[in-house]
């Protein structure tokens, strides 16, 4: 991105787990619990680590205000760049 003139932009990939609206706030809980407690065994992290992948399980508190934060950074380039739906 710094090459194409957008010194402040960071560009990471990530996967987010998404549960359908209303989904009861304890089973939002166990599921977070169930992937940090998978994420953190050394088959998977071991796996990951070949594939060059860092594996950062958040909460899901964390995940919601992330998805915020990039939504309005990737508004403002496409405000920026004046993009238009087609």
């Known amino acids: 991105m710094v090459e194409q003139g957008l010194p402040n932009y960071l ?7 998404i549960g359908p609206a209303k989904l009861p706030a304890a089973e939002v809980q ?10 953190a065994s050394p088959e998977v992290t071991e796996a990951m680590a070949k594939q060059g992948n860092t594996i ?3 909460t899901p508190e964390h995940a919601s205000s ?14 920026k760049a004046n993009v238009e739906p087609q």
């Open 11 to 17: 560009v990471e990939g990530w996967f987010a787990v």
């Open 56 to 58: 950062n399980v958040s």
């Open 30 to 39: 166990r599921i977070n619990a169930a992937l940090k407690n998978a994420f």
């Open 66 to 79: 992330y998805f915020r934060s990039e939504l309005e950074k990737y508004a403002a380039l496409v405000k």
